[in-house]
């Protein structure tokens, strides 16, 4: 007998996953995809350079903005306790 | 002595300490002593579980090593840093619902009384126990010692002083309140960690007449600070991607994290946790290590990079905020000891003592004997502390990145993975360890990475093949999955 419960918390483990891979790109790639030239020439937003700016301030709200999005659509409430086991098979 | 400094900080004590007496009444009238003392019930909700795994992970380094570190190399460390956020909402959705349901029906109380219940093996639970006694204790050791030193600047008090008030608070309130009161005073500790960030950040910034005056000043200096790559051109982005496994996603493997998730009380509090959790982690990192970049221009000259931080908040904030501020560290170092401490504790008591010497033990002699082994190692520390040894410094070292290796995939693939074997996890935990410590002692950061790259891709690899291959001698242990 398969558990309902296990199947929810499999999905969501692989968004977990999906969810650390999207915050490596936009921390890596815009870190040193911006960084990479000469410092002397860089842009600069609100005072910080462009690739730290968008690396770690705004990658960084992005991710918790992505994170809180993603729980409010795709994380389901599930009981833990073994005794309501016949209850959320139908969920 | 700064008075007005140290009001708030003892301010700060007291509360720690009313905690620890609040959570001995629930410890006093619990059913299940273990459950409780070690767990506190598994009654977190989500803005406490937040707190505590925030607490727990960062730790001294975060406050006053990370900082520093940030003030010699710049912005680039920022960026290191910020490979933590992960840490935030990663663990509990990795091990997630499934190992609070599994955690749940075995009734485990610490981690390795889910891997003895998942692989059936004596060998594996003395392994992970050896692991966490020998790695924990040394890394406890190390925040004992920055504890007393943080205590030591403050007051002027001697270092031997410091230490001893410094263990005893820690002590009285973890033996009293068990997990309970670790984690409601993590709350509290947690609170301040973040406030104290917000705090001096904005002091700094005022004191360095804005950001746009500090980078122009640290770009007159050397452009390198405003770069990715560190003042020195030192971090590749190679090194930086394979630092991201060791503080960002290996977190998972360790067993302080792990314990915490299995104690919350249900699906809302860990969806809770995991927003709160990452919005608090990203405050810190993000607010520490640039107060470190910011405070070159402001506070020019200084030499050990452990002082960055505590003479900024002297500098560049009035005597009392400095006070709260420098709760922060305070409070960071403690709720990291606390938490080892805890696991050391359960880890003697819950999985040597119960399993291998008296596994008949009443309620009242688990209580005595959790009591006797919290003590004998918290005093254990300060001998170790007020000199401490070679091995024991080199210990530390690589805790984090030993018990990663030696957990990760023990505790992943047996979550997920239903043909993972007791033959794969020991072979696998071995493997990691073994070559953590080979890699560490002579090719240190091999190949450009950092040193726990390998072990745990190599470790990963001996496991499947070793489980797949064993498969036939396991066949009657079904498990479900």
């Known amino acids: 007998m398969k558990d309902q419960r296990f199947i929810i918390a499999h999905r969501e483990a692989l968004i977990g996953i999906g969810l650390v891979i999207i915050n490596f790109l936009i921390w890596f790639g815009f870190a040193y995809g911006l960084g990479s030239g000469d410092p002397a020439s860089y842009t600069y937003i609100l005072g910080f350079p462009a690739w730290f700016f968008y690396s770690c301030m705004a990658g960084t709200i992005f991710m918790i903005f992505l994170i809180w999005l993603v729980i409010k659509l795709f994380f389901k409430e599930v009981p833990f306790d073994e005794e309501v086991d016949d209850e959320c098979t139908g969920k | 002595m700064h008075w007005q400094v140290i009001i708030p900080l003892l301010l700060f004590l007291i509360i720690i300490f009313g905690i620890g007496i609040w959570a001995n009444q629930h410890v006093r009238s619990s059913h299940s002593f273990l459950q409780e003392y070690f767990l506190g019930g598994r009654e977190m909700g989500g803005f406490l579980l937040a707190m505590t795994m925030m607490a727990t992970y960062g730790s001294a380094s975060s406050f006053i090593g990370g900082p520093g570190v940030a003030y010699t190399k710049g912005l680039g460390w920022v960026l290191l840093a910020m490979a ?61 010692v920055g504890g007393a030193r943080l205590i030591e600047s403050l007051t002027r008090l001697h270092y031997t002083t410091a230490l001893f008030l410094f263990v005893i608070s820690v002590l009285v309130y973890v033996i009293i309140g ?190 005595r004997a959790s009591f006797i082994v919290t003590t004998v190692i918290g005093l254990a520390v300060i001998v170790f502390a007020l000199n401490p040894p070679d091995l024991l410094v080199w210990l530390n070292l690589f805790a984090f990145g030993g018990l990663e290796a030696v957990f990760i995939w023990t505790v992943v693939l047996g979550l997920y993975w239903k043909k993972a074997n007791k033959y794969g996890a020991i072979t696998s935990m071995i493997t990691g360890m073994g070559l953590y410590i080979f890699i560490d002692r002579f090719y240190p950061s091999i190949f450009g990475m950092h040193t726990v790259t390998l072990p745990i891709i190599i470790s990963f690899i001996v496991f499947v093949i070793v489980s797949l291959c064993t498969s036939s001698l396991c066949k009657d242990e079904e498990w479900v999955i």
């Open chain 2, 178 to 367: 068990g997990f309970r009161a670790v984690a409601l005073s993590d709350l509290v500790q947690g609170s301040v960690m973040v406030i104290g960030t917000v705090i001096l950040l904005i002091g700094t910034v005022i004191a360095g007449g804005g950001i746009e005056n500090i980078m122009a000043a640290l770009v007159a200096e050397n452009p390198n600070f405003v770069s990715p790559y560190g003042a020195k051109g030192e971090l590749t982005p190679l090194y930086v991607s394979t630092f991201w496994i060791l503080i960002g996603v290996g977190v998972v493997g360790l067993p302080q994290i792990a314990v915490r998730a299995m104690s919350y009380k249900d699906s809302k509090s860990m969806h809770r946790a995991i927003i709160i959790g990452t919005i608090a982690i990203g405050t810190i990192m993000f607010g520490m290590h640039v107060i470190g970049v910011l405070a070159r221009p402001v506070l020019p000259g200084i030499e050990i990079g452990d002082k960055v931080m505590p003479l900024l908040t002297l500098k560049v904030l009035p005597p009392f905020l400095a006070g709260v501020v420098l709760a922060a560290p305070m409070a960071a170092t403690m709720s990291t000891v606390n938490a080892l401490l805890m696991l050391v504790s359960s880890t003697v008591v819950k999985d040597i003592y119960l399993n291998y010497i008296k596994s008949t033990a009443s309620e009242q002699e688990i209580k």
């Open chain 2, 84 to 144: 933590q956020l992960p840490a935030g909402y990663f663990v509990l959705m990795i091990l997630g619902k499934k190992f609070a349901i599994l955690a749940r029906r075995y009734q485990a109380v610490t981690l390795i009384d889910f891997l003895r219940e998942r692989y059936k093996s004596h060998t594996i639970v003395i392994l992970s126990a050896i692991s966490i006694i020998v790695f924990l204790f040394s890394a406890m050791t190390a925040q004992w």
